[in-house]
């Protein structure tokens, strides 16, 4: 009965160690297979990129690629920094293409541009390196210095403050509905990155302090910020006079996203009620510098 015993509960033992060795192995193979996976991955977003940077960098002599997030459906792009940019691109009458396979650049950033093979990112270091690069420089041309930094000021207040509060509607309290319905084809990781993309907002409005703010503060800033422009543009047809500038750029593309991708937001029903002189200035700009606004959106408006 002993030796029963004692040979019963070796092969327990037995059984015991080749299952815990299977499961090591298993493990290491899985270990293994995914390494390989991330590596073949690796290697093959290394291939594509370099595949496409050459063929940016064969664009042609001088002529900027704009790397952009999709075209939306109602504005060229749904991105605020990029109609800001190529709006900047129309008035200086620089060449452009815009690309939509890689919308994150160097410094993982929407948009940046690629010149010559050069690699610019942030729109409005990109705008003053364009300036430079073919002398159209608006600003410095056409205002006096006191003017310059009015319009800067108004830029940054544009880019650096109202954004902020604009991106505390969009992603926290409208939870992304305006951006899907402002896109007629939206990526498939854009779902199923947006709630992690919405965690890193709140995280970043928290830093930046907007988002330490009640909606009904932030809405109020919002509004303080138009009227700011509002009463500065006053009956003036561009902001800073009588000729477009690069900061005539920068409210375009905030004012496109007011008028058509906030839907349900508090702010188209300001800019109707009490900024008319704003929405009949994003006419002005629309019509001299997007003639064809229509055929820039996805799909082409056709009326
Ligand atoms: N200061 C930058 C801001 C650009 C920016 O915030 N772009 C957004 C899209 S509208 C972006 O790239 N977001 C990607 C991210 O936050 O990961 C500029 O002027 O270009």
Redesign the pocket.
């Known amino acids: 009965m002993e030796g029963v015993a004692a040979a019963g509960g070796g092969a327990v033992w037995v059984c015991g160690g080749v299952r815990w060795m299977c499961g090591r192995t298993r493990k290491r193979s899985l270990g293994v297979a995914f390494l390989l996976l991330w590596g073949a991955a690796r290697v093959y977003r290394y291939y594509v990129h370099k595949k496409r940077r050459e063929r940016w960098a064969n664009a042609g002599q001088d002529v900027v690629i704009v790397h952009a ?1 999709p075209k939306g459906r109602y504005t060229p792009n749904m ?4 109609l800001k940019l190529e709006t900047y691109l129309r008035l200086a009458q620089i060449t452009y293409q815009v690309d939509y396979e890689e919308p ?1 650049g160097p410094k ?4 940046w541009i690629t010149l010559n093979g050069e690699e610019v ?4 270091l990109i705008m003053e390196r364009l300036g430079r690069q073919y002398d159209k420089n608006f600003e410095s041309k056409l205002l006096t210095k006191e003017q310059q930094a009015v319009a800067r000021a108004f830029s940054l207040m544009v ?1 650096e403050h109202l ?1 902020w509060c604009l991106r505390d509607w969009r992603y926290v309290t409208d939870y992304g509905q305006g951006i899907r319905q402002g896109m007629s084809h939206i990526p498939l990781y854009y779902y199923l990155l947006f709630p992690y993309l919405r965690r890193r907002m709140i995280k970043a409005l928290k830093i930046q302090g907007v988002g330490r703010h009640t909606h009904s503060q932030v809405q109020h800033m919002v509004k303080q910020d138009l009227a700011a422009l509002s009463h500065y543009l006053g009956e003036k047809p561009f902001l800073m006079g009588e000729e477009p500038c690069e900061v005539d750029c920068t409210v375009f593309g905030f004012l496109s996203q007011l008028l058509w991708n906030y839907p349900g937001s508090p702010y188209i029903i300001m800019l109707n009620n009490d900024f008319r002189n704003l929405q009949q200035y994003h006419r002005r700009l629309k019509d001299r510098l997007w003639p064809d606004w229509d055929s820039c959106l996805d799909p082409p408006r056709t009326s």
């Open positions: 997030f991105s605020p920094f990029v994150l993982a950033l929407c948009p990112a942030d729109s409005q880019s954004a």
